[in-house]
DNA sequence: TCTAAATTTAGAATAATTATAATGTATGGA
DNA sequence: TCCATACATTATAATTATTCTAAATTTAGA
């Protein structure tokens, strides 16, 4: 908690209440919120948030590589506190988003063709399905 | 060429100028084209096209299952008329997508916990990194 | 306490996508 | 071949997520 902060003191960054509360926010957030989510709660206690203050506060946390951008979901962007590489599944009905820190580095292996066409950083798996609750609400037979 | 137009007529689709221009343009095509650039491409030979055109008939093809709907760009859709089961790779400066035909599916295994809160019903990678020309055009060392 | 630079803010702008409602047309049957 | 009609296209407006702008405010260090 006071950790996250002086860390981000430490990066230069100013510490605005606005910054701390997102901040707060975010730190062992495990539910991949929105920049939606975000505003939302924190509106409550900073009635004069601005939209554009979760933008520039995202934006700044992504370039210190304080979170992380998902892009598993096509219609909004998610945020990930947990910049330890892992992975996704996302319930592709209600979009609910679940970890994966299974180590899957050593079996990606690409052919040289494209290893040659492009130097790669990293891999993401998304895995999709459907979850308990959908399954439920959808009469799936289990 | 002529064999997707009567596939997409035996599954009821009307066919207009409009459609199977659109059909043409994404049958065999590997590069991942957004709406934008399939509404450019074919508004050259059919001026009156509506964006709305090509966003519904790229509806009904994914309904249809005809095409797939890449969310590895968080700026914009990519489609894909290739639907059997692959992986990509992006450029991280460009966004130019490359396909991966890797089988993964034998090693991208889940821990319990997880499959018994999501039935899974598929897994797609997603490797990121800098093709070759971006890499030159930012200089960096080979 | 003072100041410069960084941050926040309201509101406008942008861009991708979807919705609406009027007009047009493909298609199967008379 | 002609027609009816269900389906498709179109122009346009609406929606939504995100970014930009410029003025006002605040932070942090001297
Ligand atoms: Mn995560
Ligand atoms: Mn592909
Ligand atoms: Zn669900
Ligand atoms: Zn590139």
């Known amino acids: 908690m006071e950790n996250i902060i002086t860390k981000y003191k430490e990066k230069g960054l100013r510490l605005t209440p606005q910054r701390i509360a997102i901040l707060k926010y975010l730190d062992g957030n495990t539910g991949h919120p929105t920049a ?3 505003y939302r709660d924190i509106k409550r206690r900073y009635p004069t948030l601005s939209f554009a203050t979760v933008y520039n506060t995202l934006q700044t946390l992504k370039e210190h590589g304080g979170i992380m951008e998902i892009t598993i979901d096509s219609m909004r962007k998610h945020y990930d506190p ?9 319930c592709v009905d209600c979009n609910e988003i679940w970890d ?3 180590d899957y580095s050593k079996v990606l292996r690409l052919p040289p063709h494209l290893t040659r066409e492009v130097r790669i950083a990293g891999a993401h798996v998304d895995f999709y399905g459907l979850c308990r609750k959908c399954q439920k609400r959808k009469g799936v037979k289990m």
């Open 36 to 38: 939606d989510n975000i």
């Open 82 to 90: 947990n910049t330890t590489p892992h992975h996704h599944i996302i």
């Open 100 to 102: 994966v820190f299974e």
